[in-house]
C-alpha cells in the first residue's frame, strides 16, 4: 500500500500545486477587471471604491504575479515607445506590460489580458496534464531536464542547452546499462509499487 500512496500522492500535489496558480492568476484577472470597470467612463461610487481596493490589491501582490508569470513560461509583453527628449529629438524606449498593469492605456491593457489569459491557460493545462500517466512517464524519461525545470535554472545560452542534452543522454545510456545489467532492480522496484 505504501509504494501505490507514493505513486498517486505525487500527481495529486503536483495537481494541487498548479491548480493553485491557476486559482491565483484567476484571482488577478478579476481584480484587473475591477479596476478598469472603475476607470470606465461613468462609473458608479461603488465601482470607483472597488477599482481602488483592486489597484492596492494588484500593486502589493505584483512581485508573485511576475513570478508566477514568470513560472509558466509565457514571456512577458515588451512595448517599445518613442520618448521625447526636446528639442526635437526622441528616444526608444521599452515598458514591460505586466509591471504597468495599472497603466491606462489600450495597447498595454490589451497584452496583458492577453498575457493572463495565457498564462491562466497554461496553469490550467498542467493541472490536467498532472493528472495523466503519459505525463509522468514523460518526465522520467527526460528526468534531468525536468529537474533542471523545477529548479528554475534558466537555461538561455547555447551552452547550457548543450549541457543539459549531454546530461541527458548519460541519464538514458545509465537507465539503460541498469535495465540490461540489473533486470531484478527493476523487478524489486515494480514489485514495492504492486496494487
Known amino acids: 500500500m505504501n509504494g501505490i500512496f507514493i505513486v498517486l500522492i505525487l500527481p495529486i500535489l503536483y495537481a494541487l500545486i498548479a491548480f493553485n496558480d491557476w486559482y491565483f492568476i484567476k484571482q488577478v484577472m478579476k481584480h484587473h477587471r475591477s479596476y478598469l470597470q ?5 462609473p458608479t461610487e461603488d465601482e470607483k471604491s472597488k477599482s481602488g481596493k483592486s489597484a492596492d490589491w494588484i ?19 515588451i512595448i517599445s515607445y518613442m520618448d521625447p527628449k526636446g528639442y526635437g529629438y526622441v528616444a526608444q ?28 491557460g497554461y496553469y ?44 541527458q543522454l ?17 523487478a524489486t522496484l515494480l514489485s514495492k509499487v504492486k496494487i
Open 124 to 167: 490550467l493545462s498542467q493541472t490536467k496534464r498532472s493528472l495523466s500517466p503519459l505525463f509522468w512517464l514523460e518526465t522520467l524519461l527526460f528526468l534531468p531536464k525536468a529537474m533542471l525545470n523545477a529548479s528554475g535554472i534558466e537555461t538561455t545560452s547555447k551552452f547550457a542547452e548543450t549541457g543539459i542534452k549531454i546530461v
Open 59 to 77: 500593486t502589493s501582490n505584483m512581485p508573485e504575479i511576475k513570478r508566477r508569470i514568470k513560472k509558466s513560461g509565457i514571456g512577458e509583453p
Open 93 to 120: 524606449q521599452n515598458m514591460s506590460v505586466i509591471d504597468n498593469l495599472l497603466y491606462l492605456n489600450n495597447d498595454v491593457q490589451e497584452q496583458a489580458i492577453s498575457t493572463l489569459k495565457r498564462v491562466k
Open 170 to 186: 548519460i541519464y538514458w545510456v545509465l537507465v539503460l546499462w541498469l535495465v540490461i545489467t540489473k533486470p531484478e532492480l527493476i
Open 38 to 42: 472603475g476607470q470606465g467612463s461613468n
